[in-house]
């Protein structure tokens, strides 16, 4: 009997962490599905609103920059407060964003609306992900970064196809999906406020809002190259949201939002679907064959805008969609290579500065420049950005170095390797 006390309390630990590591999951695909839910929504604003397409680019960048900001004041909170406080604030943040969306009708509010979305996504991205890597359970080994780097493409899938039928086929189509996703994020806190904490709380919460980028210095030879790929995969992302409902719409001759919001799923599912499979490989092969995968994606988007053909266009979307997967849990698996509980905030607000940076900076420039060249010609900027990207990643991409890293909160042994 004195045997058994130790192994009952180890496996109550088991089940708590698992109920957390779900939640947060829950958590973080909720997040994203509410920040999708306006974009099958941005051609009935065109339409019935005047939006025009630098507007709609720009509520993207709002978006974009409110998440940055969070990222950069907010990301090393998590560390200082505890995951569950700072996951239930950014849910709130989001709840109000929907709230603020159900009248739309001028720019400002929609910016108002995606700047509190953002807000909420940033300070969640750090939080939620690391709240996930705390609690995900060892085997497999590639489970925790591909919960934390999929979730996002998960949630944004649902969210869009969601979004899609209900403005198609629901009552109340400018309303219904932020009622829903407003409800989803209340679930969601609900099952954060019943799961246990994985970080202590620990003084300095105030140092901790000022912005620092920081990334251990193990895995900083990967810095570039993952930036390259976060960059160029969010950009396509951004892309999709900003570009993709005025294309589908002119050039592809198709008015529904249900197939918007498939065209949008098309790249995002394939993400959540490649990204396991990144883990049979080392963190550098699974980016190189991930992006070249994307590139070839991409290649075939240019050829379907082109020809006008909506069925080349999807496919070359799932390709793509795939082949950021494989790339983007690599990229993320590189750098959480021996971290720490409190090295993991830090990291993650890292990666998604970047992927927000991707997503902010050439949409901005592309709303710009949408006011002088035509769509398919903006479509070959993002072209080249994605071979420009593919070619560092194919010369570049490295292995977390050979040694290992002891994690003291977990008491486990995390092992390296140097294959190039």
Excluded: K
Aim: glycine content about 10%.
């Amino acid at each position: 009997m004195q045997h058994t006390a130790p192994v009952i309390n180890q496996a109550r630990r088991g089940g708590t962490l698992r109920l957390a590591f779900l939640s947060a999951v829950v958590a973080l695909v909720a997040t994203f599905a509410a920040s999708a839910a306006p974009i099958p929504l941005f051609n009935v604003y065109r339409a019935e609103d005047g939006f025009t397409n630098a507007g709609i680019s720009m509520a993207v960048v709002t978006t974009a920059v409110g998440t940055i900001a969070a990222l950069l004041v907010l990301g090393r909170l998590s560390s200082h407060l505890g995951r569950r406080r700072t996951a239930i604030a950014s849910l709130g943040l989001l709840l109000l964003g929907c709230l603020l969306l159900l009248n739309v009708h001028d720019i400002g509010t929609l910016l108002a609306g995606r700047l509190m979305m953002g807000v909420g996504a940033g300070l969640a991205s750090s939080s939620l992900t690391s709240y996930i890597v705390d609690a995900a359970p060892t085997r497999p080994a590639w489970l925790a970064a591909v919960a934390s780097s999929q979730g996002p493409m998960l949630g944004l899938t649902l969210g869009a196809i969601a979004s899609g039928a209900l403005v198609q086929f629901g009552p109340w189509p400018r309303h219904l999906i932020y009622l829903v996703c407003s409800g989803l994020l209340v679930l969601s806190a609900a099952l954060i406020v019943i799961s246990p904490e994985t970080a202590q709380p620990t003084p300095g919460a105030w140092r901790s809002l000022l912005p620092q980028v920081r990334v251990p210095a193990r895995v900083r030879h990967l810095l570039p190259v993952a930036a390259a790929v976060f960059l160029a995969t969010w950009a396509t992302g951004a892309f999709y949201q900003a570009f993709v409902p005025a294309l589908v719409d002119d050039q592809l001759h198709t008015h529904s939002p249900l197939i918007l919001g498939l065209v949008l799923a098309a790249y995002m599912a394939p993400s959540v679907l490649g990204a396991p499979l990144g883990g049979r490989f080392t963190s550098a092969v699974a980016q190189r064959v991930g992006m070249v995968i994307f590139l070839t994606g991409w290649i075939g988007i240019i050829t379907a805008i082109a020809v006008g053909a909506l069925a080349l266009f999807i496919a070359a979307t799932v390709v793509a969609g795939a082949g950021q997967g494989i790339a983007i849990s690599a990229a993320t698996r590189g750098l959480l290579h021996g971290s720490t509980l409190a090295d993991r905030a830090a990291i993650f607000s890292v990666i998604y500065v970047l992927c927000y940076s991707g997503a902010a900076f050439p949409s901005l420039i592309s709303g710009e420049l949408s006011n002088t060249f035509a769509l398919p010609q903006i479509v070959l900027g993002y072209g080249v950005l994605a071979l420009l990207a593919t070619l560092l990643t194919v010369l570049a991409a490295r292995n977390p170095r050979l040694g290992t890293a002891r994690n003291i909160e977990d008491g486990e042994l995390v092992e390296a390797i140097d294959e190039r």
